[in-house]
């Protein structure tokens, strides 16, 4: 269980899941060598990779490439099952900005022997969220600069226009597969300039109208 704030007042987020979109920014899947979907795809994450603003990313022992990846992301609001895309915003409660932590090196293995990479992504601190959350209806996700800065320096900066799919489709088509639940969590992808962070660095990561979020990466 995280807090942010939300609406004036800290809400306590209890999802029951967190599903990531993958691919969703073409120039992020290309600097990857990775073929870009033809529609949204996913990969869960476990809500105790769930870390606050301003704590402490703990790079795990054997994990040798932690990289950084910065995502606008969904909360949700309302329960929904086979939601339509036209009715996706109604199950909306906010957006935020969170950052999907990668052991790059674990995943390439996995990738390379046809595994799983849950591992590459499920560690404890691997999902760091934002101090705050906007309301659906006081934002439109559209248009916005999304960016991340590692020790002062900017390494992604792009544009939530440049998402592959419309978020009512993402919200539409994991509805299909399973149900979603108030509070649970849809990371929309990220953009290009994902890379390596080593211990102490600082990374400041933001999209326009939300307040960034900002964590301090250690070794175990």
């Known amino acids: 269980m995280v807090k942010l704030m939300f609406q004036g007042s800290d809400h306590e987020l209890r999802p029951s899941k ?3 979109l993958l691919r969703t920014y073409a120039a992020h899947a290309r600097e ?3 073929e870009i979907p033809k529609r949204p795809r996913f990969f869960l994450k476990p809500p105790s ?5 301003g704590g402490v990313v703990r790079i795990p022992e054997g994990v040798e490439n932690l990289h950084h990846e ?4 969904i909360v949700i609001g309302k329960r929904g099952r086979h939601i339509r895309e036209e ?8 957006y935020t900005v969170m950052l999907d932590m990668t052991s790059r090196d674990i995943q390439n293995e996995a990738r390379e022997k046809g595994l799983p ?6 560690y404890d601190t691997f999902a760091p969220i934002g101090p705050e959350a906007i309301p659906s209806g006081a934002m439109d996700p559209g248009g916005r600069r999304i960016w991340l800065k590692v020790n002062g320096e900017i390494r992604q900066d792009g544009n939530t226009d440049l998402l592959l799919f419309p978020v009512g489709r993402m919200i539409s ?6 149900t979603l639940e108030e509070d649970d969590i849809i990371m929309t ?8 962070l080593v211990d102490g660095d600082v990374v400041e990561a933001g999209i326009d109208g939300i307040a960034p979020l900002k964590i301090t990466v250690k070794s175990n």
């Open 18 to 20: 967190i599903i990531c």
């Open 32 to 34: 990857l060598s990775n």
């Open 49 to 53: 990779s769930l870390l606050e603003n």
């Open 70 to 73: 910065v995502e606008l992301a």
């Open 87 to 94: 009715d996706s915003l109604d199950h909306i409660k906010a």
């Open 117 to 122: 990479w849950a591992e590459a992504k499920g």
């Open 173 to 178: 088509e994991i509805s299909r597969v399973m």
């Open 189 to 196: 992808g990220t953009p290009a300039g994902v890379g390596p």
